[in-house]
């Protein structure tokens, strides 16, 4: 690899990105930079743990400036400059004026399931009572020991406590519906509002979507968003790899508008229960928001399910196996598979699916998928396909599910109350006449595909360029075109698996062309010219020429070399 990293005029290997730009190790001077897009927040990635990554938001304003007029104080005053939880001095102490409700508070605006957060240690007293409205609960706390006393409300799911030493703690309640305000008010025990002159200290208020509260982030006047934000470039580890790839997917939406929370939302079939948020098992986000779908005392299907069209369905959902073992899944008429969730996962499944699958994805747990190609008209969710005798503990755990149109599973999309689009993606380098080969010159390609006619290019015109990557057909293409006509055209005997990883190598020279695959040479053309030089500007994941055939995968690294390497340089280049 280092002589031709040495020869290489552009090397993308992904390793260092921000929103929109996704970084060249050559050129040095960050002119062959490649500028990414996605354009929506709801993409998610596997991190370098092995964790799902997800966008964080924090919907609050002002979040710790609690004197704004963001927040609206009732009866009560608020003091800054307090000792906080964090070691610096952005703590308040919120102290009762009067008699009555004394609270502060803050208008909202948003529906679905979400977290309402604050930190907080006792002051002159030590209870404090959350309130949200729209979406209606009311929990108390103590505390002097991060205790629930007593938790209320329509909407109401949970409520948490977490211990971040020297007397604070962060307090969470969790909702479902139409948030319209959260209020916070300061106590000297349950039921009993702080008197005149007395109250606690509180710092750092959140409210994002999702089963848990994420971590803090800090707002002024608008909401602040974190994590896997609009087009920055997903930087995959998926399959437990030790080393990223960029992921490219095409646009799909997740037609389950609830993906994590699954009671309320899903109906209810043999009188399971659920344990949301289960402390037994962290989920493949590697935090405490998975459930527990536990068996009714029924002999009979345990299984929760949405009634649903989506056409061509794929049907995904992480789970992990607890006092069972199994999962099914269905869509459309009786079509099911049933996943045994130990080792490296086994499936079991009637006709009429056309593609069903299983992947370990770490600490026990599996993500499954079914497909079909009729319309589903539901998504069904089991502890097993057929009947089975519950005891009302006894379940597996779950996370994550998807319903999406397409004939293969693409990565997680959360949803939060309604359903959710990833768009699609793509990736561009341009003006790069200095870098690119236009009489001679060699592309080189690692990656996985996920579909067929998919392409990555060079390009000068959309009627010029080299393009490399699938045919409709299922095998892999090497295509060199000049003003319109092919001088090279040269396809694998091969066929094309998807989701299995390529080494691809193109060469070009007027009557020299050669294109090689993993290590071997799969064919030549010994007939044809190359480009006038300074046409070559621009590397991108589709051909311009081949609009409807953009690259969706897993790329490892490009290479581009200025000069035709020699026969022996891409036999190893391509070796794996």
């Not at 609690?66 to 104080?73: P, V």
């Not at 948003?110 to 959350?130: E, N, R």
């Not at 979406?135 to 108390?140: G, I, P, S, Y």
Request: aromatic residues 12%; proline residues 3%.
């Amino acid at each position: 690899m280092s002589n031709a990293f040495d020869k290489a005029s552009l090397v993308m290997l992904p390793h260092a990105y921000e929103e929109g730009k996704l970084y060249s190790l050559k050129p040095t001077d960050r002119s062959g930079d490649f500028t990414f897009s996605r354009g929506t927040d709801t993409a998610t990635r596997v991190n370098e743990q092995g964790y799902i990554e997800k966008e964080t938001v924090n919907l609050l304003l002002q979040s710790n400036s609690f004197s704004d007029a963001a927040w609206t104080k009732n009866t009560t005053s608020v003091t800054s400059g307090q000792s906080g939880y964090d070691g610096t001095n952005d703590a308040w102490l919120l102290n009762s004026t009067g008699t009555g409700f004394p609270r502060i508070q803050q208008s909202i605006s948003t529906s679905g399931v979400f977290v309402f957060s604050v930190y907080a240690k006792p002051a002159t007293d030590g209870f404090m009572l959350i309130r949200t409205f729209g979406a209606d609960a009311q929990v108390w706390f103590d505390l002097s020991d991060g205790s629930i006393s007593t938790e209320t409300g329509g909407q109401y799911i949970s409520s948490t406590t977490e211990d971040v030493g020297n007397g604070w703690y962060r307090y969470s309640v969790l909702v479902n519906g139409s948030l319209t305000s959260v209020r916070i008010y300061p106590a000297s025990a349950y039921g009993v509002y702080s008197p005149s002159g007395n109250g606690i200290y509180i710092q750092d208020a959140m409210i994002n979507p999702g089963l848990v509260s994420q971590p803090y982030l800090d707002t002024t006047t608008a909401p602040v968003y974190g994590g896997l934000t609009d087009n920055m470039p997903r930087l995959d580890y998926s399959k437990g790899a030790t080393c990223p790839s960029l992921l490219l997917e095409p646009s799909r939406t997740n037609s389950l508008g609830q993906s994590e929370y699954f009671d309320g939302y899903y109906a209810n079939f043999g009188g399971v229960s659920f344990d949301i948020n289960t402390s037994e098992t962290l989920s493949p986000e590697g935090l405490y928001n998975a459930t527990k779908l536990i068996s009714s005392t029924n002999n009979t299907q345990q299984a929760i399910y949405k009634n649903i069209t989506v056409s061509t369905p794929t049907l995904t959902c992480y789970a992990k196996a607890g006092e069972f073992d199994t999962l099914a899944l269905k869509v459309s008429g009786g079509a099911f598979a049933n996943f045994t969730l130990t080792g490296n996962g086994s499936i079991g499944y009637s006709p009429g699916l056309s593609a069903k699958s299983i992947e370990p994805v770490g600490n026990g747990w599996y993500r499954c998928s079914v497909s079909a190609t009729t319309n589903s008209s539901y998504a069904w969710i089991a502890i097993d396909s057929g009947n089975l005798q519950g005891d009302g503990t006894s379940g597996i755990y779950i996370y994550g599910a998807q319903l999406e149109s397409g004939s293969y599973p693409t990565s997680y999309i959360p949803t939060y109350g309604s359903m959710q689009t990833r768009a699609a993606e793509s990736f561009s380098a341009t003006g790069l006449a200095n870098y690119l080969g236009d009489s001679e010159g060699t592309i080189f390609i690692e990656g996985e595909q996920f579909q067929n006619a998919s392409l990555v290019s060079i390009i000068e015109t959309t009627n010029s360029g080299v393009s490399m990557g699938v045919t409709g057909g299922n095998t892999f293409i090497f295509n060199v075109r000049v003003y319109g006509t092919n001088q090279a055209d040269i396809q694998s005997g091969s066929i094309f698996t998807a989701n299995t990883n390529f080494k691809l190598a193109g060469k070009y020279k007027t009557n020299d062309f050669e294109f090689f695959k993993d290590g071997a040479s799969v064919g030549t053309d010994t007939s044809g010219t190359t480009f006038v030089n300074g046409d070559l500007i621009t590397i991108q994941s589709n051909s311009s020429f081949a609009a409807d055939q953009p690259f969706y995968g897993r790329i490892k690294q490009i290479l581009v070399f200025p000069e035709a390497l020699s026969y022996a340089e891409c036999i190893a280049l391509t070796q794996n």
